[in-house]
């Protein structure tokens, strides 16, 4: 048994003050109490701030080797589809070895932004050529093994691509992804999809299907609660009330959204309608969930003209918004507990240093929008996942 003692706690609460959290053996948050003088403390956290693990919902672990290397041009006039071909070549060079070396650096860089869970979107499961690897789970063992070694916590979305477009005929290929969105409800596992990222995709799947990729999703029922949208950049008024029936999560990704220049999503829709939002560092190109966040809400200033648009209700500033986003949201459409520190929830926590240059002047009143607007994954001073404090 372990029981911290930072200055600050955030619980649902908000922000509260010189409380001990006591954590079990297996991991869970078992007790949230005042400090008195007798308290057990066997980690006194002097100067900081504990808040709940970030949760990056969608990645694509393998394209962070493309950090940095996609901005020359590539072909007459740039866009996501030229960048594709570029991140379809670093698909084609990996076996499980390269994976899980690539993948390895890449969670201990997300441990030390603050992240503490990742939805590992894997869809590379077979040789360059498509042929199976002898062991056919190889690529998402060598990815869970990374995770494992890193210490954070993955959540793996096996992927299927029934198509690479849709000039094809469509039967066998629906009928495939009907049996995928019947069993996710049978079992209650999550439904990530991609869709609505770019212009051009929508179109095809009008042309070749009679509607937008949401609404056929809708068509073969694979929206619901543990469903999650990543993108919908482009949904449409339709779209949005679509997912709001449905219950399902959208996940924005803004810095990768940003990167290929997807467009920025109708965020002052999506939340009137009360989608949950969630975020993914998505292509990995940036791993720090404060700066994630921050461009979810400048993005959105952006597109309606006016500030403070990410926010729970008019009374509101966005910091516990974007927190909400980054954290249970996050994991509620990872089919996980947790996101919140609270008794009975995974002591999933980051330690904010608040004797960073960057934090100076913060109030108790106004902690996460000086964190939001004002730092970066530099304030990250320890990250702990299911209980065990990780080295960064
Ligand atoms: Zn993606």
Redesign the pocket.
Known sequence: MRSLAPDYIYTPVGLEANMVVAISDDGYISEIAPRTPDSPVTDPLPGVALLPGFVNT?S?VFQRALRGHTHRPLSQQDTFWTWRRAMYAEANRLDPDLLYTNALSAYREMLAAGYTTVGE?HYVHHQPGGRPYANPNAMSEAILQAGREAGIRVVLLMTAYARSGFDRPPEEEQRRFCAIAQYSRAHRLPLHV?ADEQVAEIEQTRAACGCTPIELLERYDALHELTTI?HATHASAAEIELLARSGSTICL?PTTEGDLGDGIAPYAELLAADIPLAIGA??NTRLDPIEELRWAEYSARMRYQRRRVLVADEQTSPGPQLLAMGTKNGARALGLAGGEIAVGQPADFVALNLNHLSLAGWTSEDLLDVLFFGTSADVIAGTWVQGRSIAL
């Open positions: 969608h694509h979107f991609h990543v990704c998505d292509s």
